[in-house]
């Protein structure tokens, strides 16, 4: 029986180090029934998307239509599981999948997929700002929150889930969509990885794969060194220095959020309801699906540092040392 | 009859204005029985502390051949038998540290007149400690803001000067008695119509309106600057002067402030301050309270409603003022 699972991301949801661990361990994947195929110029396929979505080189492939159509002649008739791992599947601007489209080009498979990992939107959102940072100058932090929370949209990624579950079942049976929280699993045995390895079967488990040689993906700095470095970069990126100058400073670290707390209520009070419909939709596809809970509220918030509490004395030190750097 | 009125300040409570209004209308204020005299090097008469506060900054030349105490005789051979009165303006004669006038020689060398009365401006610690602060600022390095407060919440002296006005009178009582010291409420006074220079030209029964003096050149106005802007420049500078593009950057980032006036204090340290001072204050009204009716003078220490606290800045002007640091390289 040959079955396909379209791991679709969502971003910010460990997907770089899923991909790299699957590259890494195809071999042994392949051992026990799970193909994970090289496509493309990434470790992710993330060049299949580029059928709907333009990507930038080495992302892009030039004929992905065929490349799907690929998957399914070669893989369709064997006994098998395919598993392709591209969060751009889960985009939804500039442009997005046709997912009626996708599922016809895949009706070579036995069974159809689609995995889907999803974080609270809180800790989403702070993540995607960080990511762009990283890119680009995302602009101050507030705007950027504002017009995320209007249009629940952030970087042309879905901030309401339950829109997203929405474009996927315009091709896909909701019995074939299998929800992952991401919250949750990171605090499982093996983690995200181990997580994503149940959700499609594998015999193996984290602990079986060996590392990715590519290390640790995308550690982010602390969310409010992002938040000064980009404030004093404008209009220009934050350059990793300014970033780590900024970080360097502050009090606690580890633990900081770019929120402030009214800003945190706002989004528990927009999202929450959205989150508890959403999961009350998939009862009957997938009794017990839970969303994880939003940032700070697994957590006592005293234990975050949040936007406002940044003090006279941090933002002195920084400037003398900005300062002390220019000289 | 000739009287002498002798304005001591305090620092900080316009004197510099009160001075250069008197010095450059002295001619209209002469015809009406009032002398200011011209004792060189500038419109003030610091010049006259030289017996007990060495002031190096002024040239030798101004004082003749008869020395600081020929000055003082001069005084009396050309006022004393003159009908009007004489009014002298130095603030350096309220100082403590690291001199002080001797209050007692002070009156005798006036004893050639009918009358002498102090005049002392108080104002409100808070605010004249601040105003302190940033005065030494302008010209220099002083002790961080916390400091500075600390320093003078312990010793009740901000850069060798009285924040304890009783401190003041008392040293002027050495030589004048409580009837003849005025004390005046800096910050009642300066919202009487005309300000502080129409309360002097009323105590001098002067009868021109002091809208009628024609404006000063702006250049020798000593304006104080936003105290905010100072606090961040010079933090960020200390211990070094924060020189004038740091404080321009951080003057142009105050536009993201919320509304208020801009104070130096959090709200814990302006306490403080009131803790501290309040009590001494009414001492000294219900002291003087003989002499002088005390509604002239209340000296509330209640911070007012419309300030905005040191630590109610907000990241949004530290981001301006670094970014502004990070552009200019």
Redesign the interface.
């Known amino acids: 029986m040959a079955r396909i699972i379209l791991h679709i991301g969502t971003h910010k949801t460990a997907t770089t180090h899923i991909q790299d661990s699957l590259h890494a361990n195809r071999k042994r994947l392949k051992q026990h029934g799970v193909i994970f195929p090289h496509i493309g110029q990434t470790r992710g396929q993330h060049g299949l998307a580029s059928a709907w979505i333009k990507l930038p080189m080495p992302y892009s492939l030039t004929d992905a239509e065929r490349s799907w159509k690929r998957l399914a002649r070669v893989y369709g008739p064997g006994d098998h599981t395919v598993v392709v791992s591209s969060e751009e599947l889960s985009r939804l601007r500039p442009h997005r999948v046709n997912m009626a489209q996708l599922r016809d080009w895949l009706q070579g498979f036995d069974e159809i997929r689609i995995l889907c990992c999803l974080r609270n939107q809180a800790s989403f959102l702070q993540s995607v700002y960080q990511q762009v940072s990283d890119e680009r100058q995302p602009g101050h932090w507030v705007p950027y929150l504002q017009a995320a929370l209007r249009s629940r949209m952030v970087d042309g990624l879905a901030l309401n889930y339950a829109g997203l579950v929405s474009h996927i079942e315009t091709g896909f049976a909701p019995d074939e969509i299998t929800l992952l929280s991401y919250d949750h699993a990171i605090h499982s045995p093996g983690g995200i990885l181990g997580a994503v390895l149940a959700a499609i079967n594998c015999p193996l488990t984290a602990e079986d794969l060996s590392a990715s040689p590519h290390g640790t993906s995308n550690i982010s700095p602390p969310p409010l060194a992002s938040f000064a470095a980009n404030g004093i970069a404008l209009p220009a990126r934050a350059e990793a220095g300014l970033v780590h100058l900024a970080a360097r400073h502050l009090p606690r670290p580890n633990r900081t959020t770019l929120f402030s707390r009214p800003e945190l209520a706002q989004i528990r009070a927009l999202f929450d309801p959205l989150n508890r419909a959403l999961e009350n939709s998939r009862a009957s596809v997938q009794p017990g699906f839970r969303i994880g809970p939003m940032l700070g509220a697994e957590a006592p918030e005293h234990e975050l540092m949040f936007r406002g509490e940044l003090t006279e004395t941090y933002w002195i030190d920084l400037a003398r040392a900005l300062r002390s750097a220019q000289r | 009859m000739a009287h002498v009125i002798l304005h001591i300040g305090a620092h900080k409570t316009a004197t510099s204005f009160v001075q250069r209004q008197m010095f450059f209308n002295r001619a209209a204020l002469r015809r009406h029985g009032v002398y200011y005299p011209d004792l060189g090097p500038n419109p003030a008469h610091h010049i006259l502390a030289t017996p007990w506060i060495s002031l190096p900054e002024i040239d030798p030349e101004y004082y003749g051949p008869s020395g600081p105490d020929g000055l003082w005789e001069t005084l009396t051979q050309t006022y004393a038998h003159k009908p009007g009165t004489l009014f002298l303006s130095a603030e350096v004669f309220s100082r403590a540290r690291p001199q002080a006038v001797d209050f007692a020689d002070m009156r005798a060398r006036l004893a050639g007149f009918d009358s002498v009365k102090v005049l002392y401006v108080l104002r409100r610690q808070p605010e004249l400690l601040q105003s302190i602060w940033l005065q030494v600022l302008k010209s220099g390095t002083p002790p961080p803001f916390d400091r500075f407060l600390s320093h003078a919440l312990q010793t009740h002296l901000a850069s060798g000067l009285w924040l304890d006005h009783t401190r003041v009178y008392e040293a002027v009582g050495q030589g004048v008695p409580a009837e003849d010291i005025l004390l005046w409420d800096y910050d009642q006074i300066r919202h009487h119509p005309g300000g502080i220079l129409q309360a002097v030209l009323d105590l001098l029964q002067v009868p021109i309106s002091a809208r009628a003096f024609p404006p000063l050149p702006d250049t020798q106005a000593n304006h104080s600057p936003d105290p905010l802007a100072s606090y961040?420049a010079y933090?960020?500078?200390s211990p070094d002067h924060p020189g004038a593009a740091l404080m321009r950057r951080a003057h142009q980032a105050l536009i993201h402030l919320p509304q208020g006036r801009p104070t130096l204090y959090t709200r814990a340290e302006y306490l403080a301050v009131q803790e501290t001072f309040a009590p001494l204050n009414a001492a000294l009204l219900q002291r003087h309270s003989p002499y002088q009716p005390s509604n002239q003078y209340h000296l509330d220490l209640t911070p007012p409603g419309d300030l905005l606290w040191?630590?109610q800045?907000g990241?949004m002007f530290?981001?301006d003022?670094?970014?502004q640091?990070?552009k200019a390289?």
Do not use: E
């Open positions: 961040a933090a960020i500078s040191r630590d800045i990241n530290w981001l003022l670094l970014n640091m990070q390289g």
